[in-house]
Structure formats: C-alpha cells, structure tokens
C-alpha cells in the first residue's frame, strides 16, 4: 500500500515523520535563520476509560483558563489515528529555546496552575509522560508553517548503545544526498530528552493523498547521488544503528490546543 511503501522508503532508510508533536516542529537557510529555538515541550496523556468525552471537555475549559492566566506557551493537540495505542493524546509547544523554559516555570509557581489542572483535567487522566525533543535543525527539510499540515506521521527509532555516532553519520550522508538532488518532501528529525535515546522521523502531511509514493523514489534519490554501492552501505548503516520501536499518524485537534 502506498502509506506503508512511503515510510519503508522514507522513514525506514532514515528520513521523515511528525513531529512532533510537538508539537509538533531545516539545514535550510529558512532553519538555520530561525530566531526561534528548536526545542519543544510534549506532554503524552491517557484519559482514564471511558472517559475520553469528559477528558475533552476538561482540556477545552483548561487551555482557555491557561490563556487567560496568561501562559507563555502555545499549545497543540494531537490525536493518533493509526498506530498501535489509539487511546492517547499528545500537547506540544514548539519552538523554544531552553531558557524559554525558565520563563514557563516561573509563570508556573506563580499562577498555581496545578490545582486548575487537577481541578478540571485531573480526575479524568489515568497516567501521562512527559519529554522534551530537540528538532534537528541541520538535518531537517521542513519550510512550511505546521499550521499548514493537518497530519503528522511519527517513526520513532529507538537507538541500539553506543550507535550514536553510526547513526548520524548515515543521518549527515542522507540528508546531503536529498538536498543535492532537491528532494522536495517535507521531513523533521527530533531527538527525544527523557526516557529511552530515541529519534523521531516526522512528516507532515495536509491530506491522506500526500501519503502516495514520492517520485522518485528515496532509494532511486540516493543511488543517483551516492552510487548503487555507497547507497546500500549508508542505509544499512543507518538501519543496523536503530530499531524502530512505534508509527504512528497523529492529526491536529485545534479544538483542544491554545486559541487564537
């Protein structure tokens, strides 16, 4: 199936997803001129059984109680619609330098916001993570707004000890080959802080049709410019680095994210 071809072409060698997200969000020059930072804030939420409606409604009254409050960061909802585990949600705040967070967690001792939280949202939650990602700037080819997208898939890639240095280098040798031949497919590479050494292939899709093969396709992309061998070797060595361990295709719940 189309779907599944695109990310064995695209995730499975190395690139593309979602995310995240974080919210969700490129070795561009639009990337590497952002003022903005590259980290994003990702809380993962399971409701309790059953309680999905009320879980909802809660969100709702909560982040329009946060804007009011005045919260510096904006939120996005995600909700899975393929995957393995379709009971969660997920709530990103991209964009951020590190200090930023110093701000959040300033605003957060002052506006007592936990007890609103446990208040509203509380009661329906039966567990959550939390985690902060770090886009990959300079291995990223994303141009676009992520309002722009209303679906987002994630391949996470669980690193196996001591690839970290395999693994970028096939990540580096990758991405220089797509923007040699101008490879014009979206794609956002974040690694995870918190929990197990993870990267996150992201990609960003406004409808189901962007999920139909590229053309041509990676693996056609990087012979020409690697050559058959040194194509081969790369992406075994990227795939020999990192076992994917979940794919997953979010979309956008703008009704439980920050309001405009």
Do not use: C
């Not at 329906?124 to 300079?138: G, P, T």
């Not at 997208?149 to 240095?165: C, D, E, M, V």
């Not at 797509?178 to 794609?187: D, E, F, I, R, V």
């Not at 992406?235 to 405009?260: H, N």
């Amino acid at each position: 199936m189309n779907a599944r071809n695109r990310f064995t072409a695209l995730a499975g060698l190395l690139m593309l997803t979602l995310l995240v997200p974080g919210t969700v969000f490129a070795a561009d020059k639009a990337a590497t001129k952002d003022s903005k930072g590259n980290v994003s804030d990702r809380w993962v939420v399971w409701p309790k059984a059953d309680h999905a409606k009320e879980f909802e409604a809660a969100v709702k009254e909560y982040v329009v109680w946060l804007k009011k409050a005045g919260d510096p960061f904006k939120w996005v909802a995600y909700q899975p619609i393929a995957g393995a585990d379709l009971s969660y949600y997920v709530f990103r705040s991209d964009d951020h330098q590190w200090k930023d967070f110093d701000a959040e967690e300033a605003w957060h001792e002052k506006s007592n916001d936990d007890a609103e939280f446990q208040k509203l949202v509380g009661p329906h939650i039966a567990k959550a993570s939390h985690f902060y990602a770090e886009r990959d700037a300079a291995h990223t080819h994303f141009d676009g707004k992520p309002g722009d997208y209303r679906y987002f898939r994630a391949i996470t890639r669980q690193l196996k000890p001591g690839s970290g240095a395999e693994v970028r280098a096939a990540i580096d040798k990758i991405h220089t080959a797509l923007q040699s031949q101008k490879w014009p497919y979206p794609y956002i590479l974040e690694w995870q802080t918190g929990g197990r050494d993870n990267l996150r292939v992201i990609l960003p899709m406004k409808s189901f049709a962007d999920m139909v093969d590229p053309t041509p396709s990676l693996p056609e992309v990087l012979v020409k410019a690697l050559g058959a061998d040194d194509a081969a070797a790369t992406m075994k060595q990227f795939g020999s680095a990192a076992e994917i361990v979940d794919d997953t295709v979010g979309v956008v719940r703008p009704d439980l994210g920050t309001q405009k």
